[in-house]
């Protein structure tokens, strides 16, 4: 308590010699004060002069900072968002210095957070009042936080030099609120964890608790499963727990727990200085030091197969390697969701289904067990204590949420443990003994997903059947109502994906109330699968022309895949209800809320930029090349490119799309896609592949510009893209039109002018002398120089009215809505 008081004493004589009465406003910034007022406020921006970027992406606006630079590092107080910044926190962030300076190098680490769970906007507020404390109120004026201290006259603010914010009274100095007493996922030096206290990590997934038989740290399961546990009485490194342990304090050399005088303490090496320790997303409890150093206190007590998400849901880890479970009886129920990261899990290859709750069967996995029931068996519900084993499946078997069946026993009667939800399981040796059974609960496939005796030539490649069965399809609408016909057309193309019931659907969607965006077509949902898959659900309004461009998506995309193409997961087509695809979600929603901004939380990087511009080219190659027969998507443009978590770019909705054979040079088809997008071969009506090289073209140009082929905000000299990059070509000043507010996008400058040129290559207005795409991946890849003759790069002439009298209704009309029906191909 020497620090704090003589924190306080240093607030006393700045309030007596500078604080009577209270100015309306007494704010130094950075420093490590604010006093309160009825009128003290700072608003959430990344453009004042108080705000920094550092290479990460990431943003702070500095509201306090504390005065020891002690370590090569500083904690700071104020505004943080992270690369992406979708949201924004206000944090206690620590930040490392260069020579007394802020490092831009390395991205702040968050210690403290006041709101976690609820991330605010742009023109956020933060008040300090003497009435109320601090209070944090977003844009929209709703109230996200607060001290809760409206009982006590609040006088100022401090952060200290060992990152504890503090409230004060103006009367004594005392400390009315503090930081410390609130803990999100984070402890720093000297920092407590009181008893009843827990840290919570980042997405709420682990929680580490005290209490006063221990240390536990859970996985925040329905209900809440312990996975490590610092028993009283549990003898470790010498040091034994007591009842009645009173707290948990990060020393730099350990991790203490003070109870009755005695000490149990987790310590790290010798060489190891502890500057804070986390309570990570993955379950590991780290502590960090000076420059890399990490070191991690629980695996050396627990396994890393001990923790519940190492292989992530229905993954088993084995030696620290993760797989999925192997075929049961031939059959392979279970696929890797990334095949490249095998950590992330699996999920079922058809999903459970409550409606076809009597195609469920539970398979026995062998020699598997799952983390909470060898060690720390959760409680039981006692309907299920000493029972048989064919009790205990079937119990599973009428609960629909059951997902699994833990099964302990030694002899003819056990305990039998239902899972709702089922995360890393872990091998045990072959031939030890074990008394325990663990079943998983898989659905077989559904019988009329499984006729074959009417599909012609099924050894055929996938492509070849769907045209045999579209031809199919248009005789059997002869003689049958279209509903029937697309009920039987669905239920006999091969290769289809999961067909999903209406009801599954809704329940996943909370009855279609999560909606991510919408437009033409109907609206876009976020949903969650019930064996925990997150998806995107694209719902149809029904009418004959989205019928068709439903068919389309399905027959399509439904048994090709690509990294860089947009997974089609399933779908549903019920009679009496409206037409459904399931995708898989995508997190940092499409590529047009990245690039069509001035927001600076929101800026992609050249080296982002570059990568989406690849992965775009490669998904249209794979589309164009690699299929035995030509895929056109027809509708190439921002809103249909979707970006993952990792910012991985995959071309989505392929409702307007075409399938051209192979010794087909040309097709002639209705007038199809977006203006600005369009090649001028359209006015005639007949296309090549070209036209996706055209469009792809015009979106290369809208990345690296930073802005909208037709602007409709700019003078009219100014509105049109393309126009302005033909005069920039003449006048070799292509530099001028690199994205003008991203100051990285001009730190490449050359770089992206040579890119340009590719753009260029694209959008020549005789499609014979546009690169195919597989050439444009050479280029962007350095294996191919671009063409240098460009002199047939012209302004395309104007595309007729498309705002009335369009055949069809196939061509989108960017300027009527800012929603437009290809975003619904997955979330916004």
Aim: charged content about 20%; glycine content about 6%.
């Amino acid at each position: 308590m020497g620090s704090v008081s003589w924190c306080c004493c240093v607030v006393l004589l700045y309030l007596a010699l500078f604080l009577k009465p209270f100015p309306i406003l007494v704010k130094s910034l950075p420093g490590s004060f604010w006093s309160a007022n009825t009128s003290t406020s700072v608003t959430n921006s990344f453009s004042t002069p108080d705000s920094v970027k550092f290479d990460d992406g990431s943003f702070v606006s500095i509201i306090l900072a504390s005065e020891s630079h002690s370590y090569g590092h500083a904690y700071h107080c104020g505004f943080f968002c992270n690369q992406t910044c979708d949201g924004s926190l206000f944090a206690i962030f620590r930040i490392l210095l260069e020579d007394g300076n802020i490092s831009k190098s390395e991205g702040p680490t968050v210690v403290w957070a006041a709101n976690p769970k609820n991330p605010v906007s742009v023109n956020a507020s933060l008040k300090l009042t003497s009435e109320r404390g601090l209070v944090l109120t977003d844009a929209n004026g709703t109230t996200v936080w607060s001290t809760n201290t409206s009982s006590k006259s609040v006088a100022g603010l401090n952060l200290t030099d060992n990152c504890n914010l503090l409230l004060l009274d103006h009367n004594n100095a005392t400390i009315i609120w503090q930081s410390f007493d609130h803990p999100t996922d984070t402890l720093v030096l000297e920092q407590k964890l009181m008893a009843g206290q827990q840290l919570i990590s980042q997405g709420g997934l682990y929680s580490l608790s005290l209490t006063s038989e221990g240390l536990f740290a859970y996985i925040n399961s329905n209900p809440p499963q312990r996975y490590f546990s610092g028993y009283n009485n549990f003898l470790i490194f010498g040091f034994t727990i007591k009842a009645n342990s009173s707290y948990v304090q990060l020393k730099s050399k350990n991790l203490t727990l003070f109870s009755r005088g005695l000490i149990f303490a987790l310590f790290v090496p010798p060489d190891f200085s502890a500057q804070y320790m986390r309570l990570e997303p993955d379950g590991h409890l780290r502590a960090y030091g000076m420059g890399n150093d990490v070191y991690d206190f629980l695996t050396r007590h627990i396994g890393v197969c001990d923790y519940p998400t190492v292989c992530g849901n229905y993954g088993i880890c084995t030696n620290a390697q993760c797989s999925c479970p192997p075929p049961i009886n031939g059959t392979s129920y279970f696929r890797q969701t990334n095949d490249k990261l095998p950590n992330n899990g699996c999920s079922l290859i058809t999903p459970l289904s409550c409606e076809d709750s009597k195609y469920h069967v539970l398979s026995e996995l062998e020699n598997i067990t799952y983390f909470p029931i060898t060690k720390y068996p959760p409680k039981i519900n006692p309907d299920h204590q000493h029972i048989n084993l064919e009790s205990c499946k079937q119990a599973c078997l009428k609960d629909c949420s059951c997902k699994a069946v833990f099964y302990n026993s030694s002899n003819h009667m056990g305990n039998c443990y239902l899972q709702s939800q089922i995360f890393s399981l872990m091998s045990t040796d072959a031939g030890q003994e074990n008394y325990h059974k663990v079943y998983i609960k898989v659905q077989k496939v559904i019988p009329r997903q499984k006729v074959k005796k009417v599909i012609p030539r099924q050894k055929k490649h996938w492509l070849e059947i769907i045209l045999v069965s579209s031809l199919a399809f248009v005789l059997f609408l002869l003689s049958k109502s279209s509903d029937e016909a697309e009920e039987y057309y669905l239920d006999h193309v091969p290769g289809m994906p999961t067909r999903y019931s209406y009801h599954d659907l809704q329940a996943a969607t909370k009855e279609f109330s999560m909606e991510l965006g919408g437009g033409g077509f109907g609206t876009v949902l976020e949903g969650t699968l019930v064996d925990g898959t997150k998806v995107a659900v694209k719902r149809f309004d029904g009418l004959n022309q989205i019928k068709k461009s439903f068919l389309a998506e399905v027959e399509t995309i439904g048994s090709i895949h690509h990294f860089n193409l947009v997974r089609l997961i399933g779908f549903c087509a019920e009679k009496s209800h409206q037409l459904l695809l399931v995708y898989e979600y995508m997190s940092n929603g499409s590529l047009d809320k990245w690039i069509f901004h001035r927001n600076p939380e929101m800026l992609l990087d050249w080296q982002h930029r570059k990568k989406i511009i690849i992965d775009i080219a490669r998904g249209l190659t794979y589309l164009h090349d690699d299929c035995r027969h030509k895929i056109v998507h027809l509708d190439i443009k921002p809103p249909n490119i979707l970006l993952d978590e990792n910012f991985n770019a995959k071309v989505s909705d392929f409702g307007l799309s075409k399938l051209v054979d192979r010794e087909q040079s040309q097709v002639v088809t209705t007038m199809r896609g977006t203006p600005g997008y369009m090649a001028p071969e359209w006015l005639n009506s007949v296309i090549t592949e070209k036209v996706d090289v055209y469009s792809f073209g015009v979106v290369l140009l809208e990345i690296l510009c930073g802005r909208r082929n037709i602007d409709r905000s700019q003078p009219e000299e100014a509105m049109h893209l393309l126009a302005i990059f033909k005069k920039k070509i003449k006048e070799d000043q292509l530099l001028d039109l690199v994205d003008k507010y991203n100051e990285d996008m001009t730190l490449h400058g050359e770089e992206v002018v040579n890119m340009m040129r590719v753009a260029a290559w694209c959008l020549q207005n005789d499609f014979t002398k546009r690169p195919s795409m597989s050439i444009v991946v050479k280029v962007l890849e350095g294996a191919v120089n671009v063409e240098s003759n460009l002199d047939d790069f012209f302004l395309n002439p104007p595309l007729p009215n498309t705002r009335a009298g369009v055949h069809n209704q196939e061509v989108h009309v960017a300027t009527t809505t800012q929603l437009l029906p290809s975003i619904l191909s997955g979330p916004r």
